[in-house]
């Protein structure tokens, strides 16, 4: 299979550069997979299609203000930090721009030495391992230097941190949001429940190599970078009970796909546990566990609509997002939503 196959031409101002001022006032296209129906209605009328006995399974990882500008500490020269993962307390792999500046050995200075790193070994694909010094808490010294990691297709800042955050975020960890559930609400997820929907919340720390494109035209040469995920065993027993007694799994996100895909047996029932994923969805898998899909509208020939395309057919993807485009639809992180079923 190729990377062209996944190939679409999408207009520039269809991308989404500001979040909407309400957050469930987004689009949502709903798929029937059975019929070919498509729907067009607000994300707030999801409730409308789930249905008592379903189990909505949301990631609930916190994205961290990754982002880090700072100074070589011996020539000033001006440097860009993303942190990618944590290694250990004090060490993480870091993308560094420009890369020449952060030689092993370098001393990189964040906010007049609140927060120093020293480059102590090399990552993947031109990566830095670092190590922090600092006094305090690290989180609470990021939490005041970082900025949110907003994809590069963001052009306009980003006032409010909060927004490119899930209203039910917990765990830090992430290099970017899990934006599927960034349609959300407390109040709306409070009426799915009341209506007897259960909901089941995974971990999946989203790392870059999710968005990194796929180079190779075969897309059967591209390798995943892992992820780190969490399912805790009430999370577990909640999802196989729906299984069990005929509600569907629907998962809110590529990322907790992902997660269930890589945690599940071939029965279909996920496992408490904690990992590293790097499990890659293409046209031709067999899925396990979930029964419906919501997601946002994504880049062409990433590996997030190969997903998309495994779940619901590539020729029946690409005929939605024409669909959308037609239909003005808001594309990518801050962009619209689908729903397939």
């Known amino acids: 299979m190729k990377k062209s196959d996944f190939y679409f031409d999408l207009p520039k101002e269809l991308i989404a550069q500001t979040p909407l001022k309400d957050r469930d006032e987004s689009k949502l296209m709903i798929l029937s997979k059975k019929t070919g129906k498509i729907e067009h209605k607000k994300f707030k009328d999801i409730i409308e299609y789930l249905n008592p006995g379903d189990c909505l399974v949301l990631n609930n990882t916190r994205v961290l203000p990754a982002r880090l500008f700072g100074a070589r500490e011996n020539t000033g020269g001006k440097v860009e930090f993303l942190l990618l993962k944590r290694i250990n307390q ?92 960034l349609h959300f609400t407390k109040k709306l997820l409070k009426k799915i429940q009341e209506k007897g929907i259960k909901i089941a919340y995974v971990t999946l720390h989203v790392g870059l190599g999710t968005f990194r494109p796929v180079k190779s035209e075969d897309i059967l040469s591209h390798k995943m970078h892992s992820e780190f995920y969490m399912v805790s065993k009430e999370a577990a027993e909640l999802i196989n009970r729906t299984k069990e007694s005929g509600g569907r799994v629907i998962s809110v996100g590529t990322t907790s796909t992902r997660v269930l895909e890589s945690t599940a047996d071939e029965k279909g029932f996920i496992h408490e546990g904690q990992g590293w994923t790097d499990i890659f969805i293409y046209p031709g898998y067999r899925f396990k566990v979930i029964d419906g899909l919501i997601t946002n509208f994504h880049l062409p020939e990433s590996t997030l609509i190969m997903l998309v395309s495994a779940f619901s057919s590539r020729a029946f993807t690409l005929n939605a997002y024409e669909e959308a485009i037609k239909n003005k639809y808001r594309f990518f992180s801050f962009g619209d939503a689908m729903f397939i079923i």
Do not use: C
């Open 90 to 181: 004090n060490q993480w792999e870091t993308l560094v721009k420009p890369g020449k500046k952060a030689k092993i050995g370098d001393t990189i200075v964040f906010g007049d030495g609140l927060l120093k790193a020293k480059v102590i070994g090399m990552g993947q694909e031109g990566s830095r391992i670092i190590e922090f010094e600092y006094d305090g808490i690290f989180e609470e010294i990021l939490d005041e230097l970082g900025t949110m990691p907003l994809p590069p297709y963001i052009k306009e800042s980003l006032n409010d941190k909060e927004r490119y955050q899930t209203v039910y975020s917990k765990h830090e960890g992430s290099a970017a949001a899990p934006t599927a559930g």
